[in-house]
């Protein structure tokens, strides 16, 4: 019932991958138009993720430790990431926040104009 050579000659294996990438055209667009609103929306972006981690602190200023230190402070920067948008790609480099209280006690920042794991907006 089977035979030597369990693959028949006549069915070809898979040698190369089928999978291709497909690039969409306006996102690497070169034109100055668009540099220039890609680098302002980078920069609004920045500025108003920075805005947010500062109320986000600044509501939890008062929580302060024995020795009279803040609590709740920035600590540095997440990872750089590039976002896919409307203009192209844009990177962002989003504030870190520690909470020095208890596992107990301490809150986690999430921003809430940039999501984690967020990669492309959803106008692409």
């Known amino acids: 019932m089977f035979s030597e050579n369990p693959i028949p000659e006549e069915y070809a294996t898979m040698a190369k991958s089928s999978t291709e990438s497909v690039k969409f055209p306006g996102l690497e667009a070169k034109d100055v138009m668009t540099e220039i609103l890609r680098e302002g929306a980078q920069r609004m972006l920045a500025q108003a993720i920075q805005e947010e981690v500062e109320e986000w602190i600044g509501q939890h200023a ?5 020795q009279g230190r803040q609590q709740v402070v920035r600590n540095g ?4 990431r590039t976002l896919t948008t409307g203009v192209g790609r844009v990177e962002v480099h989003q504030p870190r926040v520690r909470d020095r209280r208890s596992a107990a006690e301490a809150e986690r920042f999430t921003s809430k104009i940039l999501p984690p794991y967020l990669r492309k907006t959803k106008s692409v």
């Open 62 to 66: 008062d929580l302060r430790d024995g």
């Open 77 to 80: 920067y997440l990872p750089k």
